[in-house]
């Protein structure tokens, strides 16, 4: 039986203090009711810190684990731990319910009912031993892990108690060159996994706690008290589709901008129809002129290069169903916030001051910009709009602004097509 004195709350706060780092000491009630104390520590760089919670009932866990060394995965949910060469990474599943029956069938199969004392004791439980070894050092192995300790990284959201865990990591990495490994290593497992059990998972992403992008206060408020509007079927079809596609900011944002381009044609025709109201009406028009009536076939067909291009059937669309004043309302403030947006490279940034450009030429090159990043997914990208935009990249989770943007433009186009309810 050992004899050595507990590691105690205290011993865990005079170390990271002495190791210079930021902690904060509190008091929490739990979810037992009863008052503890909670260590807050902030670990990683100015561009990326974590908040990681220590309860006072388990500090003596962390005798032998040093948090104050991690290195968090840049934009992922996992962590780099260089003094016990551990690399680790929550899992999200792409299909929610298969998947975490997978899990959890592996799970009971190989623990059974040790799987509560596992968890609550914080242990590394093997979950699904995948066997893996690096040709170039087969002492490398892989494994997913019901999380524990590393499993407590963060305090952002999980979709799932299992991480892909890699140890030992012999060098001594960056946190850039550690996430790079994960992800070659992540990248074999989970292909593999997809072709021999049918289940697919990637690397969580890291999300911090912040309110879902897209919600009404960037549209419209309220719930009518009497219904009197009735609203095409077929938009209304991709609306629903692009809300349902939860945490796929690629998808939703496809989605929303198929409402906008479903009213291509519609304004197409209203611009061409005005301009050959214009002709008709221009003195000159002589119409028993060959060439008069010529160029008016040429304006209703789109012939001689005056075909509409798609970023001018956005421009021509988003006009007719929305105020310029609305949109730069949306775009200055709240969460569509785009005004001043450098985040999202190859895209048009939103300048309410240029003379040069409406708002709703800015938006809407800014929305077109994005729909080729994300459309042109080949390699080279999309064209002068720079890279492909690709699902589970850092980029991809900034989108919130402009979905929400997007979203609010789909809204009032629906709207715009309402007609009066009528019913038998």
Request: aromatic share 8%; glycine share 8%.
């Amino acid at each position: 039986m050992s004899d050595a004195k507990p590691f105690t709350f205290d011993d865990l706060l005079s170390r990271l203090q002495a190791r210079g780092c930021r902690v904060v000491d509190g008091v929490t009630s739990g979810a037992s009711g009863v008052v503890q104390r909670i260590l807050t520590l902030e670990y990683g760089f100015a561009s990326d810190v974590r908040k990681f919670r220590i309860l006072e009932e388990n500090a003596g866990d962390y005798r032998s684990i040093f948090p104050e060394d991690w290195l968090p995965l840049p934009n992922h949910l996992g962590i780099y731990d260089p003094r016990a060469g551990v690399l680790e990474c929550a899992l999200q599943p792409t299909t929610f319910h298969d998947d975490m029956h997978f899990l959890w069938s592996e799970l009971i199969l190989k623990h059974g009912t040790d799987i509560a004392r596992a968890d609550r004791e914080y242990e590394m439980v093997p979950l699904y031993d995948l066997g893996i070894q690096l040709t170039e050092n087969p002492d490398i192995h892989a494994s997913m892990v019901l999380v524990g300790r590393y499993g407590l990284y963060d305090n952002g959201p999980r979709r799932t108690n299992v991480a892909l865990r890699v140890s030992p990591v012999p060098l001594k990495l960056t946190a850039e060159d550690a996430l790079a490994l994960m992800q070659e290593i992540a990248n074999a497992v989970f292909f593999e996994l997809d072709l021999k059990r049918d289940v697919s998972f990637v690397l969580a992403p890291y999300v911090p706690v912040d309110p879902q992008p897209g919600s009404m206060e960037v549209g419209l408020t309220g719930f009518a008290t009497s219904l009197d509007q009735a609203y095409p079927t077929e938009p209304l079809s991709l609306y629903w589709y692009a809300r349902s596609a939860h945490e796929m900011p690629l998808l939703q944002f496809l989605a929303y901008y198929q409402v906008l381009e479903y009213y291509f044609p519609l304004y197409m025709r209203s611009e061409q129809i005005g301009r050959l109201k214009r002709a008709l009406l221009n003195p000159l028009f002589d119409k028993r002129s060959d060439a008069d009536l010529a160029s008016l076939i040429d304006l209703a067909s789109g012939s001689k290069g005056l075909q509409f291009k798609e970023d001018e059937q956005l421009v021509a669309t988003i006009e007719h169903c929305v105020e310029s004043d609305r949109l730069l309302e949306v775009v200055s403030s709240g969460e569509s916030r785009l005004v001043g947006n450098k985040n999202i490279s190859g895209v048009r940034k939103v300048n309410p001051g240029d003379p040069n450009a409406s708002i709703i030429r800015q938006v809407a090159d800014r929305i077109y910009g994005i729909r080729c990043r994300i459309a042109h997914a080949k390699e080279g990208g999309g064209g002068r709009y720079a890279g492909p935009l690709l699902p589970f990249s850092a980029e991809s989770r900034l989108l919130g602004p402009d979905i929400a943007v997007v979203r609010m433009l789909a809204q009032h186009a629906i709207i715009a097509d309402s007609k009066q309810l009528k019913v038998l």
